[in-house]
T-cell receptor, first 114, second 114 residues
């Protein structure tokens, strides 16, 4: 079975603070893919990153960074110097190799206050 | 802009009616998936179409059905609407069927059943 847990339901920070969104996944496969998506109030899921199970290198893209640790089955997402425009619901998702579907966590609602 | 377009963006239907939602996939993508997102939840996989064939299905009843056309656009049909079908319906586009390629989402169709 595959499962994604985002334990933080809501997070509220003040602009310029750093914030980390947690994601823990469960899968029996050795080949799998992890994703993060951002969902603003408009509803569209905006792709942020894809990582395959064989690549544990952390990644940084501007103010965004991701920490993938297979030993703890975690794929955490950090926003540095948060901005009001970062306010959204963020979803972590898992896709097993050979599977047609994404399994999503319940999402973390991030509010960045000015 | 993901290149995935959905229509209509909002609609209201009465219980028992039928609805058709439409999706145009990103250029070059031959795989379309549909997801249902209830309020406050993560998206749930409905089914996937790859080269005009249903390629996998989630835990949804047969009154949820779909089509994929030769140009890879797709329709989601829901018959005998129930109040619980009220949700955001997201279309997702990718290439290669069950490969681990990135999945891009449209802005969704908000369905309200009254």
């Amino acid at each position: 079975a595959q499962k994604v847990t985002q334990a933080q339901t809501e997070i509220s920070v003040v602009e310029k603070e750093d914030v980390t969104l947690d994601c823990v996944y469960e899968t029996r496969d050795t080949t799998y893919y992890l994703f993060w998506y951002k969902q603003p109030p408009s509803g569209e899921l905006v792709f942020l990153i894809r990582r395959n199970s064989f690549d544990e290198q952390n990644e940084i893209s501007g103010r965004y960074s991701w920490n993938f640790q297979k030993s703890t089955s975690s794929f955490n997402f950090t926003i540095t110097a948060s901005q009001v425009v970062d306010s959204a619901v963020y979803f972590c998702a898992l896709r097993q190799g050979g599977s047609e579907k994404l399994v999503f966590g319940k999402g973390t609602k991030l509010t960045v206050n000015p | 802009e993901t290149g995935v377009t959905q229509s209509p963006t909002h609609l209201i239907k009465t219980r028992g009616q039928q609805v058709t939602l439409r999706c145009s996939s990103q250029s070059g993508h031959n795989t379309v998936s549909w997801y249902q997102q209830a309020l406050g939840q993560g998206p749930q996989f409905i089914f996937q179409y790859y080269r005009e064939e249903e390629n996998g299905r989630g835990n949804f009843p047969p009154r949820f059905s779909g089509l994929q056309f030769p140009n890879y656009s797709s329709e989601l049909n829901v018959n005998a609407l129930e109040l619980d079908d009220s949700a955001l319906y997201l279309c997702a586009s990718s290439s290669g069927g069950v490969s681990g390629n990135t999945i891009y989402f449209g802005e969704g169709s908000w369905l309200t059943v009254v």
